[in-house]
């Protein structure tokens, strides 16, 4: 069979990048990114990048830290707002920034993944999202059309892999990353443990080994908490 | 006396019916959980993938895998599921939540909603305020009644780019109550907060809305 569990991130990543390349990265907020492949890409140099993400990062962890190094020209995301630096590049125009509703890029990047160029949602009809898009109207409302999302690399992180490239997600960690690993070129997917082929009961499988290329065991594993809620302890 | 923030949340959670799947948005919204009556059974959903939330955790049981759509950390119920965000918004936009809470900038007579961007200053996106407020069956909005400088967010039309056109059917603010039997109608005063007079709520709201006959 073809070996889909490679080494490390170095390995994994290697002839895949170039600079101007579009990549799609799992994650909302800083819960489920693939922080392993992210370092990587960032330690690789490569520039000039579009992302397709939900978020970017805060300004030290996570996308953030490709923005910080200069590494990124364009995002598509829904939501923005926990990111000093990229709010600096963006007011100064040094960076492009594509809003697209949250539901709205769930389905642009699950469309592109499922061959699917384009569809209609009421979500953003007759709003700034509209600007520049067919409208049509479906039942009495009005709709916008939207088109897939495809990138030439999707890094995705999940907490269990087998060696066919199998996935389970945990919790909400699973968030955007089943998408995202269906839209790119190559998919490369880090998890915190890699199990035998056999391991995971099929009917438990999140994400079938057909949309990942390549696997790795996820080195870096921080997953930090961006609000940390507590209930009050009554004594 | 206008009501106050807890007071307003209050009166959001007298909205929820017993079996509801909710959607709350972030800041005031939230409260809501607090208030919902004994006796009613409701299911909070966060569209980063979460159906059934719990409280905060205690602090030795904080889970980073385990976040609503704010990215607080909170806890499982037994009824709890987890699934993709593109599941999460096929029941958002697929219209099976009953009913989604939501801050806003302002809201206009005919039912439009602003509560996303202020042009000219750094805009953090919509998030996923554009879909639920499209798909959500119930749209219940919280506001103070007047901006800080005392301009009115109650407007004939909104001043700012829109989240959703004629998307609000409960309006309630720290001076009033609105509502509208239907997406084609004008918004109907409820109630006025307690001390607040009808001269003073009109005086301080641009928006027309209906003062039933019968209001007291």
Redesign the interface.
């Known amino acids: 069979m073809a070996n889909k569990l490679y080494d490390d991130g170095p390995t994994a990543l290697a002839g895949l990048l170039f600079d101007g390349m579009t990549i799609a990265s799992g994650g909302f907020g800083l819960c489920g990114i693939p922080e392993t492949l992210i370092d990587e890409i960032n330690r690789s140099g490569v520039r000039e990048l579009t992302l397709i993400s939900n978020n970017a990062g805060v300004d030290d962890f996570g996308l953030g830290i490709l923005l910080k190094a200069r590494q990124v020209r364009k995002m598509i995301s829904s939501y923005v707002g926990e990111n000093k630096e990229f709010e600096r590049q963006f007011l100064s125009g040094e960076l492009e920034l594509e809003f697209t509703p949250q539901g709205t890029l769930a389905e642009r990047i699950r469309a592109g993944g499922a061959g699917i160029p384009a569809f209609y949602t009421a979500t953003g009809a007759r709003t700034m999202v509209a600007e520049g898009k067919e409208e049509r109207m479906f039942d009495g409302r009005p709709h916008i059309m939207e088109t897939g999302l495809r990138a030439d690399l999707a890094i995705v992180k999940a907490w269990k892999g087998d060696t066919h490239g199998n996935l389970v997600f945990r919790k909400s960690a699973r968030n955007f990353n089943p998408m995202v690993a269906t839209c790119g070129k190559v998919t490369v997917a880090e998890v915190e443990e890699i199990v035998p082929v056999g391991s995971f009961d099929p009917d438990q499988i999140h994400t079938p080994g057909i949309f990942v290329d390549r696997l790795i065991l996820a080195t870096h594993n921080e997953k930090r908490i961006e609000k940390r809620t507590v209930r009050e302890e009554t004594a | 006396m206008p009501w106050t923030r807890e007071e307003l949340a209050a009166r959001a959670a007298a909205e929820l019916k017993d079996g509801y799947y909710v959607n709350l948005g972030i800041g005031i919204p939230t409260l809501v959980a607090n208030y919902i009556a004994p006796g009613v059974d409701v299911t909070l959903q966060?569209?980063?993938?979460?159906l059934g939330l719990g409280?905060?955790?205690?602090?030795d049981a904080?889970?980073?895998?385990?976040?609503?759509a704010?990215?607080?950390?909170?806890t499982?119920l037994d009824r709890t599921s987890?699934?993709?965000?593109?599941d999460?918004?096929a029941m958002?936009?697929g219209g099976h939540i009953n009913l989604s809470v939501l801050g806003a900038m302002e809201v206009a007579e005919n039912g439009d909603l602003a509560n996303w961007?202020v042009p000219g200053r750094?805009?953090?996106?919509?998030?996923?305020?554009?879909?639920l407020v499209?798909?959500v069956r119930r749209i219940i909005v919280l506001m103070d009644h007047c901006a800080k400088d005392g301009s009115p967010k109650f407007r004939k039309a909104c001043t700012l780019?829109?989240?959703?056109?004629d998307v609000v059917d409960v309006l309630i603010t720290d001076l009033a109550q609105f509502e509208r039997p239907d997406r084609e109608s004008p918004f109907h005063l409820v109630e006025l907060a307690p001390g607040v007079t009808l001269e003073h709520l009109k005086s301080v709201t641009e928006a027309h809305f209906i003062v039933p006959e019968n209001f007291k």
């Open positions: 966060s569209e980063n993938g979460m409280p905060f955790p205690a602090a904080v889970d980073a895998d385990i976040i609503n704010g990215k607080q950390t909170i499982e987890y699934f993709s965000s593109s999460s918004f958002i936009r961007m750094m805009v953090k996106g919509p998030g996923g305020a554009m879909d499209s798909g780019p829109l989240t959703g056109a």
